[in-house]
């Protein structure tokens, strides 16, 4: 199987730790993207990026949230001094150029602050 | 900014009812519109696409027409199936620029019962 996968799939973190989650996309996609969903919502978009560069930030990540995506191949996600507020699934996609809304998605990170 | 409103869930219907989930959209410009569907337990996946008014996005008995007039963009089936039983996200690509965001509904969830 060659779709998007991410890990882990589920972490439960005390408030105040650090976070790291990682994004392997399809190989062949240059487009990157991470979104966070909460519970009876749809994904709300938090970054992106076109290979290793990371051409857009949503204001919703905040300073404490920083993305890379260092050989335009995976991508990491880490959370700095992580908050009750920032429990939700976290989702990765990804999608080739020309073709933003054929997102190809993860399995997402269920990530829980207690 | 761009925005898109879907009828609340959740939709309860009995296998081979017609389905109809609402979708309106704000948007400037031409965007293009998507359904996007997630199983239990699975990522998002692309049902089905309309990049220009008047286009009919199909795929697995669902179909979609994108009406400009009315900034809708409502899915139908003729007949569900318990298995047709997910969380139905309608989605806009628009914005400015080299990067052209997806905007996502907040989800219907319709459930089949045999």
């Known amino acids: 199987d060659t779709g998007v996968s991410q890990d882990p799939r589920h972490k439960i973190t005390k408030r105040g730790q650090n976070v790291t989650f990682r994004c392997d996309p399809i190989?062949?996609?240059?487009?990157l993207y991470w979104y966070r969903q909460t519970l009876g919502q749809g994904p709300e978009f938090l970054t992106y990026?076109?290979?290793?560069?990371?051409?857009?930030k949503s204001r919703l990540l905040s300073d404490r949230f920083s993305a890379e995506r260092p050989k335009g191949s995976f991508s990491t996600l880490e959370i700095q001094r992580t908050e009750q507020g920032d429990s939700a699934m976290y989702l990765c996609a990804s999608s080739l150029v020309g073709t933003s809304g054929e997102q190809y998605f993860g399995p997402g990170t269920r990530l829980t602050v207690t | 900014g761009d925005s898109v409103t879907q009828m609340e869930g959740p939709v309860t219907l009995s296998e081979e009812a017609f389905l109809t989930i609402n979708c309106t959209y704000t948007a400037t410009g031409y965007p293009s519109l998507f359904w996007y569907v997630q199983y239990p337990g699975e990522g998002l996946q692309l049902l089905l696409k309309a990049t220009k008014a008047d286009d009919k996005g199909s795929n697995k008995g669902f179909e979609a027409t994108y009406r400009k007039e009315t900034t809708s963009f409502h899915l139908e089936k003729g007949s569900v199936q318990v298995s047709d039983s997910a969380v139905y996200f309608c989605?806009?690509?628009?914005?400015?620029?080299?990067?052209?965001?997806?905007?996502f509904g907040t989800g219907t969830k319709l459930q089949v019962i045999p």
């Open positions: 990026f076109q290979n290793e560069a990371q051409l857009e």
């Open positions: 190989s062949e996609h240059n487009r």
């Open positions: 989605a806009l690509e628009g914005g400015k620029g080299g990067y052209q965001k997806v905007t």
